[in-house]
């Protein structure tokens, strides 16, 4: 099951939304608290949270609790806007693949061998996320 925690505020500027799944939790002793609301992990149960939102995570239990956390993209997020995010954190991986986009830009701007707006137009058209 999933359960969604609904918050009394949001931040707008969030793009990615966490979910946490119960592997091995102390039932009863950990728990996950967003905004002001407070849910205790389950075995098999997944969280779902947006994590701009102030929250703070507890194990009260002698022993160590397990939780698969993943990330995904915000659903009100379009498919060109997620292509560009996975495009920037792709450059923050791997900043050879922002250089290579830059000299792709350049030659494809000098093959036009113009000016001005031919330029900033091929590297627009070179620097394109697909």
Same mark, same amino acid.
């Not at 931040?11 to 979910?19: A, D, I, L, N």
């Not at 929250?55 to 997620?82: C, F, G, I, K, Q």
């Not at 900043?95 to 000016?115: D, F, T, V, W």
């Given at each position: 099951?999933?359960?969604?925690?609904?918050?009394s505020w949001k931040?707008?500027?969030s793009?990615?939304? /966490?979910?946490?799944l119960g592997?091995?939790?102390?039932?009863?002793?950990?728990?996950?608290k967003?905004?002001? +609301?407070? =849910?205790?992990w +389950?075995?098999g149960k997944?969280?779902?949270?947006?994590?701009?939102v102030?929250?703070?995570?507890?194990?009260?239990a002698p022993s160590d609790?397990? /939780?698969?956390?993943?990330?995904?993209?915000?659903?009100?997020?379009s498919?060109?806007?997620?292509?560009?995010?996975n495009?920037?954190?792709?450059c923050?991986?791997?900043?050879? @693949?922002? +250089?290579?986009a830059?000299?792709e @830009?350049?030659?494809a701007?000098s +093959?036009?061998?113009?000016?001005?707006?031919?330029k900033?137009?091929?590297?627009?058209?070179?620097? =394109? /996320?697909t």
């Amino acid at each position: 099951g999933l359960c969604w925690l609904k918050v009394s505020w949001k931040c707008h500027g969030s793009v990615m939304e /966490v979910s946490h799944l119960g592997l091995v939790v102390p039932e009863g002793l950990c728990w996950l608290k967003v905004g002001d +609301q407070k =849910r205790y992990w +389950q075995k098999g149960k997944v969280m779902l949270f947006d994590t701009s939102v102030i929250h703070a995570a507890e194990n009260e239990a002698p022993s160590d609790r397990y /939780v698969l956390m993943m990330r995904v993209w915000h659903p009100s997020l379009s498919s060109t806007e997620v292509a560009a995010l996975n495009w920037i954190f792709k450059c923050l991986d791997e900043p050879e @693949a922002l +250089q290579a986009a830059l000299e792709e @830009a350049e030659a494809a701007a000098s +093959q036009l061998g113009g000016k001005g707006k031919g330029k900033r137009k091929a590297r627009r058209k070179a620097l =394109r /996320v697909t």
